[in-house]
Each structure stands twice: as structure tokens, then as C-alpha cells.
């Protein structure tokens, strides 16, 4: 991610923790959260197929939503990645 957006890095993970809240609460359980968010992720992508489209483009569009599956994931397991590390786990393909 662009050193840049610092804003946006705090709007993920304020999402993530919205996210988790959700979850706790048990106003979802954690499945229809990914369900959901590999939803909006297919939505996205395939949105983003216009003419002269880029890849880097469309994973552009996908970063939050991976962000949020991947962190609503370690959170299951009871990690608590940084932002760094799950954008860095993202680039890996991860």
C-alpha cells in the first residue's frame, strides 16, 4: 500500500473491527461474514472488467475486501496481524 493513503490503512482496520464486533456479537457467524465478503470480492472484480482495465487495477478494487477476509481469518485463529503484515501477506498471494 501507497505510504500515502495512512488514512485508508485506519479505515480497514476500523472495518475489520467492525467486522469482528459483528461476529462476537453473534449478529453473524463468522462464515456469512466471508460468505459476504467473497460475494462483494466476485462483484468487484467482475465489475472492474471494462475495456482497458489493468490488472493491478483489479486488485486494486480487491485489497480491502482481502484485507478483511484475511484479518476476520487470523482473528478466528486469535492473531492479531498489523495492517503490514496482512497487506504483505496479500502481495504474497496470501
Do not use: W
Not at 478466528?76 to 498489523?82: D, H, L
Amino acid at each position: 500500500m501507497n505510504t500515502a493513503n495512512p488514512q485508508l490503512e485506519g479505515l480497514y482496520l476500523a472495518l475489520s473491527a467492525l467486522c469482528d464486533l459483528l461476529v462476537e456479537k453473534g449478529l453473524v457467524e463468522r462464515d456469512e461474514l466471508h460468505e459476504a465478503l467473497t460475494k462483494a470480492e466476485r462483484t468487484a472484480v467482475a465489475g472492474s472488467h471494462v475495456d482497458g482495465d489493468t490488472e493491478s487495477r483489479r486488485k486494486a478494487i480487491a485489497f480491502p475486501i482481502h484485507f478483511l477476509l484475511l484479518a476476520s481469518k487470523c482473528t478466528a485463529r486469535g492473531e492479531v496481524p498489523s495492517f503490514h503484515d496482512l497487506a504483505r501477506q496479500i502481495g504474497r498471494g496470501g
